[in-house]
């Protein structure tokens, strides 16, 4: 599978994951934050995330 050598990713469980390695295969993601105002890494999410079949 190919993937976007800058974007690297450990969530397995998503379905744009690429399994021979821990990069994801899109050609760009999304980044969101869940408060108003991000303090740490713990407030911010991938909002391309889809969870694998």
């Known amino acids: 599978m190919k993937h976007n050598n800058s974007i690297a990713c450990t969530v397995d469980e998503c379905k744009y994951h690429c399994k ?3 990069y994801c295969t899109l050609e760009k ?5 869940h408060e108003s105002v991000a303090h740490s890494v713990e407030c911010t ?9």
Do not use: T
């Open 45 to 53: 999410d991938c909002n391309s995330f889809e969870k694998e079949n």
């Open 29 to 33: 993601i999304q980044v969101a934050k």
């Open 20 to 22: 021979e390695d821990n």
